[in-house]
């Protein structure tokens, strides 16, 4: 065990090549302040430098290794995670974390890891150093968060939240998008409200309708809405029922959990029995019907209804599920029972009314002389949002962009009306 661990440490110098990099740089500041810069001008802005950052080169300095970078993981933070536990005897508290995500084999080999605030010495090349772990907790005011499972290291990785739509920004028909906010405003304001009636204080949203019409848009939107961390769960990474059960204890209230492309996983009816739910819950005593062979090892609808509204519910506050489908059709009847998902949304092709809000986000026009062709085009073909913008980031010119989704949207029916001449055609050979 201890020889496969310690050959995955990196080196010290691994860690360090981010000194080289500043070295680097700063030769080349000094030839540059050198051979180019006047004397006076270079004394001002050396002498300014040494004001800033007297404090900071006096004894001592601090490297700051955060676990992400652009988005993505900071391998240095990883390097650090594998090679800091091996400093067993400089850890101030004496202690390491301990921990093993190995659910079938609880004799697995263990991670360690450094406790928060723990000090640890270290030396360098004679350079004394010290290391200690800071949660972000700690250290990053609360920010809103998208954190993704990652089942390599069975950890939900998290980034600060970037998505800029919100409900001013999304187009939907008004009166969807109205009372969508109110049913959010209304589940936020009652607490007591779940508590007296004996319900978890959770609200489930099915969000559904065709590639590119809004819904993860509308999931963004809802978060922005409520300031809510999304959990965005790829349920296709997630092996077995049991390791549902752990991922989804790993998070938080106040949170959304996203589901997306449920007609895609491994839960969805294509792939199993219809009844099989509830024929797992003990409901349906038709022992004669048929079942399906079961794989063990994938996740169940069973088991991630048993969570929408079975025993994790119960021990979380102020959450929201998401499942994101394009063919609500596919999905296990189970799902779509009455109780299930508190509310259905469709999100569908582009209507008049959300192409004119588009138009008005998009090239700030109100009225246009081209409106009412596209207004009609829109109600012969489908053509979603995502379409729709597409052409209207043309250009900012209204003229020029408008008449290119006028041609954009007659070729799609020149496309549309060929298609059905053809089955027509086939239809009467057949
Ligand atoms: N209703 C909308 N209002 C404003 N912009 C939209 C809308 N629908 C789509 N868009 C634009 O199209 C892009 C793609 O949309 P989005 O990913 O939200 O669609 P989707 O329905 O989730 O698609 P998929 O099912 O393929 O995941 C968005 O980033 C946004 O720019």
Same mark, same amino acid.
């Given at each position: ?274 009844? *099989? &739910?509830?024929? #797992?819950?003990? @409901?349906?005593?038709?022992?004669? =019907?048929?079942?399906?062979?079961? %794989? ?106 408008? *008449? &290119?989704?006028? #041609?954009?949207? @007659?070729?799609?029916?020149?496309? =549309?009306?060929?298609?059905?001449? %053809? ?8």
């Amino acid at each position: 065990m201890a020889s496969s661990f310690f050959t995955k440490i990196p080196s010290l110098s691994v860690i360090f090549s981010i000194y080289t990099s500043l070295s680097a740089f700063t030769i080349l500041f000094r030839t540059i302040l050198h051979e180019i810069l006047p004397a006076k001008i270079r004394d001002f802005i050396v002498s300014k430098f040494t004001d800033c950052f007297s404090s900071y080169f006096s004894s001592s300095f601090t490297f700051v290794i955060e676990e992400h970078c652009d988005y993505v993981i900071n391998q240095t933070f990883r390097a650090a995670q594998v090679y800091l536990p091996t400093l067993l005897a400089g850890i101030s508290t004496g202690s390491l974390l301990v921990s093993s995500s190995d659910l079938k084999n609880p004799t697995a080999k263990p991670n360690f890891g450094i406790p928060v605030k723990a000090k640890i010495t270290d030396e360098f090349e004679g350079i004394p150093l010290e290391w200690t772990l800071h949660s972000e907790k700690d250290t990053i005011p609360p920010q809103n968060r998208q954190r993704r499972y990652n089942p390599e290291f069975h950890e939900w990785e998290s980034t600060i939240f970037q998505h800029h739509t919100t409900f001013e920004t999304l187009a939907m028909e008004p009166e969807l998008k109205n009372s969508l906010i109110c049913d959010l405003d209304a589940f936020s304001k009652r607490k007591d409200f779940f508590k007296t009636v004996g319900r978890a204080w959770k609200r489930g949203y099915l969000l559904h309708g065709p590639p590119g019409t809004g819904k993860s848009s509308l999931v963004a939107a809802i978060a922005n809405h409520m300031n809510y961390n999304i959990y965005d769960l790829q349920i296709q990474s997630v092996k077995d029922d049991a390791m549902l059960r752990q991922i989804l204890t790993m998070t938080e209230n106040r949170s959304i959990l996203l589901i997306e492309d449920l007609d895609c996983s491994g839960a969805d009816a294509s792939c199993r029995n219809e009844d *099989k &739910v509830d024929e #797992e819950r003990g @409901q349906n005593q038709n022992k004669e =019907k048929k079942k399906k062979k079961k %794989d063990p090892d994938q996740v169940t609808l069973a088991g991630l209804l048993n969570f929408v509204d079975g025993l994790w519910s119960s021990c979380v506050e102020e959450r929201i599920i998401v499942f994101t489908t394009n063919h609500k059709d596919k999905l296990d009847p189970a799902l779509l029972r009455p109780g299930r998902m508190d509310v259905h949304i469709l999100m569908d092709y582009c209507t008049p009314t959300v192409f004119k809000k588009l138009a008005a986000l998009y090239l700030d026009v109100e009225e246009h002389v081209l409106f009412e062709p596209i207004e009609k085009a829109l109600l012969e073909v489908n053509a979603t949002p995502a379409e729709v913008t597409e052409q209207l980031m043309v250009s900012m010119n209204p003229d020029v962009t408008l *008449k &290119v989704l006028v #041609e954009f949207l @007659q070729t799609k029916k020149l496309t =549309k009306d060929n298609d059905s001449v %053809d089955s027509e055609i086939k239809e009467a050979e057949a």
